[in-house]
């Protein structure tokens, strides 16, 4: 077994410099091209992960704004601004997720209304089955779901 795929298993951190270090001297037949491929497509998947759990927690704080109009707080708006900065870095560093928006709101919409249930104390029901938010009304810097 290569010297580089025993790092792999043994230590990530020194895996990845050799790696590095390999692709840069040029030394390819050298490299683990398995877990390399198999790390590039956990990038890709985290990168989406991300997009997901920042639109969990954006979205659910507007449910929160949107259900809980005599709770509203600077905190609440301030998360949203966050969040909404934090996905349009997302989006402006790899655009090419911009066609899986949609999808990944849909998929973030079950958890943030699991979670701002939690955070209210209303019965989940409360809110809609589906995303009463578009993408765009979710990313607009002036929308803040005044119900």
């Known amino acids: 077994m290569p010297r580089n795929v025993v790092a792999y298993e043994e230590d990530y951190v020194a895996w990845t410099l050799e790696q590095a270090r390999l692709l840069r001297s040029g030394a390819f037949s050298e490299l683990d091209a398995e877990n390399i491929a198999e ?3 956990d990038m890709g998947r985290s990168v989406r992960r991300e997009l997901r759990n920042r639109f969990s927690v954006l979205i659910m704080h ?12 600077r905190s609440w708006a301030s998360t949203i601004e966050e969040q ?8 402006d560093e790899s655009p ?19 979670k701002a249930a939690a955070e209210t ?17 979710v ?9």
């Open 139 to 147: 990313l607009a810097q002036d929308f803040l779901a005044e119900g």
């Open 62 to 73: 507007l449910l929160k704004w949107r259900y809980q109009v005599g709770f509203r707080s």
């Open 84 to 91: 909404r900065q934090q996905v349009k870095e997302l989006l």
């Open 121 to 137: 104390g209303f019965p989940e029901n409360t809110f809609p089955a589906k995303c009463p938010f578009t993408a765009d009304q």
């Open 39 to 41: 790390e590039l497509d």
């Open 96 to 114: 090419s997720i911009r066609p899986v928006v949609t999808n990944e709101l849909t998929r973030a919409y079950a958890a943030a209304r699991k």
